[in-house]
């Protein structure tokens, strides 16, 4: 029997509804909106693309989002004070950094500049090294990874105890997913370029969750029959019957897949749309501490 789709499309539908009721009740209470703050360097058009998507999201939803948008010959220190701005920017709860920057640019100071109270995206250095060590708690979690675990859990299968794969160990996906993966009691396997054997490793796993950026890199016949398979990748592949003459596949063969698979994502329509409701909901909770605080 073909896997179960995890419905990416749905589930973020779902929370977005909810967080739409609880930012009226917010902006009810307290007679503001919940505000994003991002920064963007340079002019890489995926980068540009995704800021366009998080802002009509934000609308969507009631949150006020600003963007500070820096050219890519910026010096470190303007970026930083960017960051910097936003954190004493009292409509401003929650803060991203569009990553990647440019290469000149100090990643980790810059990403270490963002208030823990508004690190929305999970991605300070100090936030990381929480979710990765017992007994810490980051005050929010990255929003790739949240939604990842978010689409596990809807097939309602334990995470405790299971088997989880997780191929790719980037500091935005990979890592912080085998860091959640792990705090929810999975065992968990980190598979990278340099793994051997990469099928035998997949083949043990109730859990795979594909973070490489190869299309349809991870093929059916890797998979233990019934595991769930969560694709991660977004890949632009020529395709001549597309009007813009490419379409997104995920890092997993889909087709093949779906046949061994017991749960599976669609790309697109699986992760993707997870990834801005986390940012959303995040939001909202920064500027619901805050409200709380005051
Ligand atoms: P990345 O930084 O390029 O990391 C890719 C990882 O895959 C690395 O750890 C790399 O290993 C590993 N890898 C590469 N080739 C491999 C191979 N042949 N065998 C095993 N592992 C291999 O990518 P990323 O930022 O994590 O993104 C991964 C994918 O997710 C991309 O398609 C990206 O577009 C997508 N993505 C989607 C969302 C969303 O919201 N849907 C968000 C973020 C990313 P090494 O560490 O050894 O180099």
Redesign the pocket.
């Known amino acids: 029997m073909p896997a179960k789709i995890i419905d990416g499309q749905m589930v973020a539908k779902r929370i977005r509804g909810e967080i739409g009721a609880a930012v009226d009740d917010y902006s009810k209470t307290t007679g503001s909106m919940p505000g994003l703050g991002v920064v963007l360097v340079g002019d890489d058009p995926a980068s540009a693309m995704y800021v366009r998507m998080k802002r009509r999201a934000c609308e969507r939803a009631g949150i006020r989002s600003e963007a500070r948008i820096l050219p890519a010959a910026s010096t470190q220190r303007a970026v930083e004070d960017a960051v910097r701005g936003f954190n004493e920017d009292p409509a401003i709860h929650g803060i991203l950094v569009q ?1 990647p920057l440019p290469d000149h640019i100090d990643e980790e100071a810059v990403l270490s500049q963002i208030s823990l109270a508004k690190d929305v995206d999970g991605i300070h250095p100090i936030n990381i090294g929480r979710l990765g060590m017992r007994g810490r708690e980051p005050s929010f979690t990255p ?2 990874p949240t ?1 990842v675990m978010l689409l596990i859990d809807e097939t309602g299968l334990p995470v405790e105890g299971a088997q989880a794969v997780v ?9 912080p997913v085998a860091l959640m993966l792990t705090n929810a009691n999975a065992t968990v396997t ?6 051997r054997d ?1 099928p035998a490793v997949v083949k043990r796993a109730d859990i795979v969750v ?6 349809e ?1 991870v093929k059916g016949d890797w998979l233990r029959a019934g595991a769930t398979v969560i694709d ?4 632009s592949v020529p395709d001549a019957t597309s009007e813009k003459g490419y379409r997104y596949v ?2 997993v063969e889909f087709d093949s897949a779906r046949q061994v698979a017991g749960h599976i994502t669609k ?2 329509g ?7 409701t986390m940012l959303l909901a995040n939001t909202l909770t920064a500027a619901q501490r805050i409200a709380v605080i005051d």
């Open positions: 990553l929003a790739t939604g191929i790719g160990r980037s500091n935005i996906v990979g890592l980190i598979c990278h370029s340099r793994t990469l594909a973070a490489v950026g190869r299309a890199f991660v990748g977004s890949n995920g890092d790309v697109p699986g992760v993707g749309p997870m990834t801005i």
